[in-house]
């Protein structure tokens, strides 16, 4: 190379100079694509030199790239090493004498630098040397040059220490690519002296360099070498584990970078067949014993290693000990930042225990690792739960029932112990959620037995108490008599939502044999029901004694549900089943005396079994058919706030879909209305509108008429009121006085305030009032009308989100029926409800929400009715539907919807050509003479829309 004549940049390529920069603040992509194209610019430039002869771009690189290792930049040290190296792979004609030289000359210390200026010096050095090692140059050149370069990385280790691992490992690199001949004349003697020291102050450098020069080299480094420098003719057995745990805390000095010892420590324990588990009992009390950071970081490091590598459940107890899992838990829900390193890797933890839970088909290994947490005592915090969250979805079914009957027994411990602490580290609420997990778990699914056992525990424990011990009656071998309210409320919400979870969860092949499985596995339920109501050993008792009437719907329900399960499981059986098994429940659970839907239910069920009923649509107007009567009660069932209650009407709506009437869908669709400004809405009242189903010979359209009467009413009254009196004229109408409204103004008239029958002192009082006194009156009653305004529109708000919360509820029952065959008249009747509220949503932002899920539903009713609906039986009804959306097309502007509007035109006009024969009305026509009859009329309304749309603005 020049030695005499630097090179200036400016006569480089500005293409390769580029380069320089890419490498120095890049990202690990853009510096390997920068590396490669340098190489294939030098190669050109190179081509134009002998062989021998380095070319002026390549001779500059090439220092540049030495230089550039000591650089602070961004990215220099990486990508220039990453270049250098690629280079002296690819470039013979620099070889090692000359590459050593430059780093001698360029990476030496001159006397005038800073202390920082040396580190960066040093570390230029190291990352040198290791390049030219991972090159693989090295041996290709004279073997003395091994000798300096294992010089050179040791006289850097003892310069900088936290240089010394990144030394070592390169001279760990030599070694392993050292034949034995030139590994015993040329890097022996470098590195015999460090590993002549034996286990006194033993680094955990030196130990990584012995451990690999055993390997390699076995026949310098061997048994008799170890027998007498180290006192021991196997470094890794039990006797030795402490001492190997002496230096893995030497190697704690880099801290937080984690040494590379750990892992080939932890692999020589598995290739030496030692006990895991006995090796991390012996350094935990080391690690975790004086809470210092950087042994914490090395303990759960260590974990992190050893945990995958577990064979059996006896290890895993070992290694999760109590004081693993004490301190895993205080750090990985203590109030470390999120980039603490030790947060970090406790958090990591907990994910490796999750994975290993997963991947493992071991029921024992699976148990140890469930029972070492949560027999742990602690407080957990949200990392911590969510892993033993995670973890319990992870188990087999081996597992889970041993988990299962586990937690079961504690939580029957836990009330009956006398210590408010919870046993272990998990609350009964904790525990309650992880039952209610075990119901629906994957690995379960088909056990319907195991359900039955969690669920008869659940509603025991939620309704009953146990006076005594009982092996004849299931669950009661402990007695339970006394137990707060709050966890048996937490019982009862873990029943439900259990219970809801099941009836969601798909355990069997199809949904449909799940839902069948489901309706055994409740009917059973039931049963234990009626065993624990005809218990005459005063074993249990009900917390709440059962009255006399809910004892009389229990066995009217008991008596239904009996007589339905020994019937052939057709739908509609099916959908009364269910319905039945919810009332049950709710017997327990609903604390009113009113049973007006169980009353309907039973006609309803009575109505529909009948052998030689007459088909729905003869059934006399003045008594509303069954289907309708059920209709209601369904919806009624949507609007509470119970997710059991929705799921079953869900259910039940799917097995009743062949039975719906247009009488019966109106009821649907009424709800989807869009409601018109000033228009009431009576929809809140379903819940207490069960009455109005207590006679199903009553006519409906009377209270229909009555309450249209009653809503033009209460408009023309709202329309009549002015905007600054709304709360004095409600109260008018109401003819109530607001106490609350009475209190607030006297409060703030104070003194002021008149008194009933004071009205005669209201004048003289008046009279003694200063003009500031009356100012502050007045900005009082002020605030006071304010705040009642803003609580009128806060009440009113609230009425709009739970009508618009009910809407979607319902909307879920209409996805259920458009996902069966609907027939055409029915596509109808929905296709304008959803429309108008997809068109709604647009407009008004708060109901995108309502919106969004109508057009889901719109889709899919529109995709199937394309393939399953038959035709429409009254053709001019279609017909006027088609103009109807032609008309609403054109208040659209929006290119979604007016998309979901043409798709709409093409259903409609798709099933009046689906007509059939049998659908004509008199005088009877021929297929093709109705088709060609509603053809011409479709083209007429079409052309009429257009000549109006062409011709006129």
């Not at 800073?114 to 991972?134: M, N, P, R, V």
């Amino acid at each position: 190379m020049t030695e005499n004549n630097e090179i200036k940049a400016l006569k480089i390529d500005k293409q390769i100079l580029d380069k320089f920069w890419t490498l120095s603040e890049s990202s690990s992509a853009e510096i390997i694509k920068a590396t490669d194209q340098l190489v294939v610019l030098l190669k050109i430039k190179q081509k134009r030199n002998t062989e021998n002869e380095l070319s002026q771009e390549l001779e500059y690189s090439v220092k540049r790239l030495v230089k550039g290792l000591a650089s602070s930049r961004e990215t220099a040290r990486q990508g220039f090493s990453v270049a250098l190296c690629q280079i002296l792979r690819k470039f013979d004609v620099v070889t090692v004498e000359e590459f050593l030289n430059l780093i001698s000359k360029h990476l030496k210390l001159p006397k005038k630098e800073s202390k920082a200026e040396k580190g960066s010096s040093f570390l230029g050095e190291s990352l040198a040397y290791l390049t030219l090692i991972q090159s693989g140059r090295l041996l290709q050149g004279d073997r003395q040059f091994i000798k300096k370069v294992i010089r050179g990385l040791l006289w850097v280790s003892e310069k900088r220490v936290y240089l010394r691992q990144i030394c070592y490992n390169g001279i760990r690199l030599v070694v392993q690519q050292l034949s034995s001949e030139d590994f015993e004349q040329y890097a022996w003697p470098e590195i015999e002296g460090e590993l002549k020291k034996g286990w006194e102050g033993c680094s955990a450098d030196v130990f990584s360099l012995l451990i690999t020069c055993r390997k390699q080299h076995s026949d310098l480094v061997n048994k008799d070498f170890l027998k007498e420098h180290w006192k021991t003719k196997k470094l890794f057995k039990d006797d030795h584990f402490t001492k190997i745990w002496n230096i893995l805390m030497e190697g704690t000095s880099c801290d937080p970078v984690i040494h590379h010892v750990n892992k080939v420590v932890v692999q020589e324990l598995v290739n030496n067949k030692c006990s895991l588990g006995k090796f991390w009992q012996a350094g935990q009390g080391v690690v975790f014993g004086k809470s210092q950071v950087k042994l914490l970081n090395l303990g759960f490091h260590m974990l992190l290693e050893l945990l995958p590598l577990v064979k059996t459940a006896d290890e895993m107890k070992q290694l999760l000990s109590r004081e693993t899992v004490k301190m895993w838990v205080k750090n990985v829900d203590g109030k470390l930042r999120d980039l603490n390193p030790l947060l970090t890797v406790t958090k990591t933890l907990g994910t490796e225990i999750v994975n290993i839970m997963k991947s493992c088909n071991n029921s024992d290994m699976q148990i140890a690792i469930m029972k070492s947490i949560v027999q742990t005592q602690g407080f957990p915090g949200n990392q911590t739960t969510k892993t033993l969250d995670h973890l319990v979805t992870q188990l087999s079914a081996e597992a889970a029932k041993d988990y299962g009957n586990y937690l079961m027994q504690t939580l029957i411990q836990q009330i009956r112990s006398v210590d408010p602490r919870p046993i272990g580290m998990m609350t009964s609420l904790h525990m309650l959620i992880h039952l209610r997990t075990l119901v629906s778990l994957s690995s379960t699914a088909a056990d319907h037995q195991w359900q039955l056992e969690l669920l008869e525990f659940l509603m025991l424990h939620s309704y009953w108490k146990v006076i005594k011990e009982s092996k004849a009656i299931k669950h009661c071998n402990h007695k339970c008599d006394e137990m707060e309210d709050k966890i048996r409320k937490q019982f009862q919400d873990s029943l439900h939502k259990s219970l809801t979870q099941l009836l969601i969860y798909k355990t069997e092949n199809s949904k449909t044999l799940s839902v069948h499985a489901y309706k055994d596995t409740i009917y059973l339920l039931a049963t234990y029901v009626q065993t624990l109501l005809d218990d005459k050993t005063n074993t249990v008792a009900l917390v709440k004694p059962m009255r006399h009437q809910a004892r009389a719907d229990w066995d009217t329900v008991f008596k239904h549900l009996k007589e339905i399960h020994s019937k052939e499981d057709t739908p509609v059986n099916h959908a009364f089943e269910l319905l039945f098994l919810f009332n049950a429940i709710q017997i327990f659970t609903d604390g009113s005396s009113d049973n007006s839907g169980l009353e309907d239910l039973i006609v309803c069920y009575k109505k529909a079994s009948e052998t030689k009923r007459k088909s729905v649509g003869k059934t006399p107007k003045k008594e509303p058919a069954w289907i309708e009567v059920l209709t209601e009660l369904l919806l009624s069932m949507m609007s509470q706030g119970s997710t059991f209650a929705r799921m079953v009407a869900n259910n039940v709506c799917a097995c009743m879909a062949k039975h719906i009437t247009p009488e019966a869908m109106s009821l649907i669709t009424e709800v989807l209305k869009v409601q018109k400004p000033g228009e009431d809405n009576s929809l809140f009242d379903l819940q207490d509108d069960e009455d109005d189903m207590e006679d199903m010979e009553s006519d409906d359209e009377g209270e229909s008429d009555e309450e249209g009467e009653e809503d033009e009413k209460e408009a023309e009254e709202m329309e009549e009121s002015d905007a600054d009196d709304d709360i004095d004229s409600s109260e008018s109408e109401e003819d109530e006085v607001d106490e609350e409204f009475r209190t607030a103004i006297k409060s703030a008239l104070g003194p002021a305030a008149v008194e009933e029958g004071d009205e005669d002192d209201d004048e003289e009082e008046d009279e003694d009032m200063s003009d500031s006194e009356m100012f502050k009156l007045d900005a009082a009653l002020a605030m006071v009308f304010k705040n009642s305004k803003r609580n009128k529109d806060k009440e009113k708000k609230e009425t709009q989100r739970q009508l618009g919360s009910f809407k979607l509820r319902v909307l879920d029952l209409v996805e259920t029926l458009v996902r069966t065959p609907l027939s055409g008249d029915l596509v109808l009747d929905l296709l304008f409800p959803l429309l108008e509220l997809m068109i709604h949503g647009e407009k008004e932002k708060e109901n995108r929400e309502l919106s969004n899920k109508a057009c889901g539903v719109f889709k899919q009713l529109y995709k199937r009715a394309k393939v399953n609906s038959s035709a429409i039986a009254d053709t001019e009804r279609s017909l006027e539907s088609l103009k109807s959306v032609i008309e609403m097309s054109k208040n659209v502007i929006d290119r979604s919807l007016l998309l979901s509007i043409s798709d709409a035109y093409f259903l409609i006009t798709k099933l009046l050509i689906n007509v059939e024969p049998s659908d004509i009305a008199k005088p009877k026509k021929t297929k093709s003479e109705e088709h060609e009859r509603l053809h011409k009329e479709v083209i007429r309304i079409l052309a009429e829309e257009l000549e109006i749309c062409l011709t006129k603005k």
